[in-house]
């Protein structure tokens, strides 16, 4: 049996709507707060608390933290049918935190294993250009080049908390032990491979119940987000896997030990791209005029241009994209507080030109950029509400 601490009353802030956007709030909400909070309720020296949990986890000395890929605040309702060990954790133990920006998987990723925002990581999008170079690292292909360690600086949280003497592991996919990504997000932690839903389950509380000391286990599953890009939010196959979240949640809600603590979380949100909403940047050249490299995703575009061209290319796409689009240079985007505080050395890994979409649309690179991305129902990656708002669960044993 488990207790459902309900998160501290107060006034509710007005919902935005779905496609409102939403800025990352760095330091006060975020999914950057997420493992230091943890780490405050395991008492590791110095970690700082800014989500409230110390109180309602007294006695704590086992976390779970499991980030569910997909799973935005703006989902839930649509999941509830489906999913109703879901539901009634976000009414009764559910808050809404903000992703970062851009609200992407691998950025998402390091911010929450760093508890840093994006700029100071530096893994600033789902693809970036390497400085100096004309290659785009595709965050999810990487390996070893570049070197993780150095693209990607900052310690994470699961090496402060092991050096804090905290037991420390992660559970995902077997295919993803040594990626850079891993590396970059979740180095310090034992690595478990665990291949589905069951498996994902039973080695979290495997990890979880190992030992007698203060533990962290931090887990990740990916199949909703598959999903929804594939076939599209509220999709037949984007409900079996909701209930396959829902049945993941219940049997790690089950097995809690008393002294331990589940906090379930996500990367982003997602939402459909209609057929009359998309842009191809590759087959108008109006806007390719100007560019050299061009990376980001659909719902967020990074647009390295030629010497001099950046005025051009501003005007030229918001020309085109008109109310589909914010489009700013990369100093406007870095001082509106997107990516937090960025250091020079990752400034070049956003581009001179940022492309946020709004509502409904995206910008495709039908030729320049794998022909699956341009076939995707859903996508993420703006600041929309439905994108960046994600949940955070609480329940202890």
Do not use: K
């Not at 789902?126 to 690292?137: E, M, Q």
């Not at 909703?224 to 594939?230: A, P, Q, T, Y």
């Not at 982003?268 to 050249?285: E, I, M, S, W």
């Amino acid at each position: 049996m488990t207790r459902q601490t309900p998160p501290p009353s107060g006034p509710a802030a007005p919902d935005p709507g779905p496609l409102a956007p939403v800025a990352p709030r760095y330091g006060d909400g975020s999914l950057a707060d997420v493992l230091p909070s943890a780490l405050a309720v395991l008492g590791v020296p110095g970690a700082v608390d800014r989500l409230g949990l110390t109180e309602r986890l007294a006695g704590v000395r086992r976390v779970a933290v499991l980030l569910v890929d997909g799973l935005g605040w703006y989902q839930i309702p649509t999941a509830t049918p489906y999913a109703p060990t879901l539901a009634g954790l976000a009414a009764t133990v559910g808050r809404p935190l903000t992703s970062g920006f851009p609200s992407t998987t691998p950025t998402s990723l390091v911010t929450l294993g760093t508890g840093a925002a994006p700029g100071a990581h530096g893994v600033l999008g789902f693809t970036v250009r390497v400085p100096g170079t004309d290659r785009v690292l595709s965050h999810i292909e990487w390996a070893a080049d570049p070197d993780p360690l150095r693209w990607q600086p900052v310690p994470t949280q699961l090496e402060r908390a092991r050096a804090a003497g905290v037991a420390v592991t992660v559970v995902t996919r077997p295919e993803f032990g040594g990626s850079g990504l891993t590396l970059a997000a979740n180095r310090g932690g034992d690595f478990r491979g665990a291949a589905g839903v069951d498996a994902l389950g039973d080695a979290m509380l495997a990890a979880l119940t190992a030992g007698t000391g203060p533990t962290l286990v931090s887990g990740y599953h990916p199949d909703l987000d598959r999903h929804g890009h594939l076939t599209g939010v509220d999709s037949a196959p984007w409900r079996v896997a909701a209930a396959e979240v829902d049945a993941l949640l219940a049997r790690l809600v089950d097995g809690l030990p008393p002294d331990a603590a589940l906090l379930v979380t996500a990367d982003h949100g997602q939402l459909d791209v209609p057929a009359g909403h998309r842009f191809d940047l590759d087959t108008d050249p109006r806007l390719r005029a100007g560019i050299e490299v061009v990376a980001g995703e659909a719902r967020v575009r990074y647009l390295h241009v030629l010497p001099g061209a950046v005025e051009d290319v501003v005007a030229a796409w918001s020309a085109v994209l008109g109310d589909a689009a914010r489009v700013r240079t990369r100093d406007e985007a870095v001082a509106a507080g997107w990516f937090g505080p960025v250091p020079e050395d990752h400034l070049a890994r956003i581009g001179d030109v940022v492309v946020t979409c709004n509502d409904t649309y995206a910008v495709l690179a039908t030729r320049s950029e794998s022909p699956l991305a341009s076939r995707l129902v859903a996508y993420h990656g703006s600041d929309t509400a439905a994108e960046m708002t994600i949940p955070l669960l609480v329940v202890r044993g």
